[in-house]
């Protein structure tokens, strides 16, 4: 997020602050060798999304969407939220997309190659 004057406004927070910032925020993410080789590898931001199905909702009467229309998340998780969890999903997301990436490749070049041969057919007496 960056302000009008294009300053970064985020802070800048260390790998333990990060582990602190979840914990406080009611994840359970394992030991600290485990939060910490996992923020490293794949990095806060990048796993914020997937842990973003895991943020509390408002509890009613609290309104659910923002005027925009958008569902409010909470800062806090619903109880019992892992890390560990929230790596198996980037990782089978990940998996998913290599895998479908890798079909439609393959798609792709039969496709052209189809067409080519097609066209080179018409082309011959």
Same mark, same amino acid.
């Given at each position: 997020?960056?302000?009008?004057?294009?300053?970064? #406004?985020?802070?800048?927070?260390?790998?333990?602050?990060?582990?602190?910032?979840?914990?406080?925020?009611?994840?359970?993410?394992?030991?600290?060798?485990?939060?910490?080789?996992?923020?490293?590898?794949?990095?806060?931001?990048?796993?914020?999304?997937?842990?973003?199905?895991?943020?509390?909702?408002?509890?009613?009467?609290?309104?659910?969407?923002?005027?925009?229309?958008?569902?409010?998340?909470?800062?806090?998780?619903?109880?019992?939220?892992?890390?560990?969890?929230?790596?198996?999903?980037?990782?089978?997301?990940?998996?998913?997309?290599?895998?479908?990436?890798?079909?439609?490749?393959?798609?792709?070049?039969?496709?052209?190659?189809?067409?080519?041969?097609?066209?080179?057919?018409? #082309?011959?007496?």
């Amino acid at each position: 997020m960056s302000t009008p004057d294009g300053a970064y #406004a985020k802070p800048f927070l260390t790998i333990p602050e990060q582990i602190r910032r979840l914990r406080g925020r009611g994840m359970d993410c394992g030991a600290d060798e485990f939060a910490s080789g996992v923020l490293e590898r794949y990095g806060y931001y990048r796993l914020s999304g997937y842990w973003h199905l895991y943020r509390a909702r408002p509890e009613p009467p609290a309104a659910r969407f923002g005027a925009d229309g958008r569902e409010i998340r909470l800062d806090s998780f619903v109880p019992k939220t892992r890390l560990a969890h929230v790596v198996a999903l980037y990782e089978f997301d990940h998996e998913l997309r290599t895998r479908l990436g890798d079909i439609i490749s393959m798609v792709e070049t039969a496709f052209r190659f189809h067409i080519g041969h097609r066209r080179l057919r018409r #082309a011959l007496p």
